[in-house]
């Protein structure tokens, strides 16, 4: 199977940095694409950034400017560096990664870390 494991969440001051990695082993024959949901209590999950095995990368408009996903194929891992946080970043993120096990492919979550940004 395959395991999906995020680190790098916590508490910051607004206007501060995090960054958040995700690591994906077992058995796994190739990664597609890799990303980060976030949730609120009560709401929805929603996408934050996404990337290809390409490096062709996705963000969701609020993210924009701010926050960098990064991966490195050699390694199944995926980051995101999170910079001028803000109040409204607290959400619970999720690494998500689509990963081709036995000749299929699969939706797999990590988690989650809590990112807590106070103002």
């Known amino acids: 199977q395959v395991q999906v494991v995020e680190s790098g969440g916590g508490l910051v001051q607004a206007g501060g940095s995090l960054r958040l990695s995700c690591a994906a082993s077992g058995s796994i024959f190739s990664i597609s694409t890799m990303g980060w949901y976030r949730q609120g209590p009560g709401k929805r999950r929603e996408l934050v950034a996404t990337?290809?095995?390409?490096?062709?990368?996705n963000y969701e408009d609020s993210v924009k400017g701010r926050f960098t996903i990064s991966r490195d194929n050699a390694k199944n891992t995926v980051s995101l560096q999170m910079n001028s946080l803000k109040p409204e970043d607290t959400h619970v993120y999720y690494c998500a990664v689509v990963a081709v096990v036995n000749n299929l492919p699969n939706f797999y979550w990590g988690q989650g870390t809590q990112v807590t940004v106070s103002s």
């Open positions: 990337i290809t095995s390409g490096n062709s990368t």
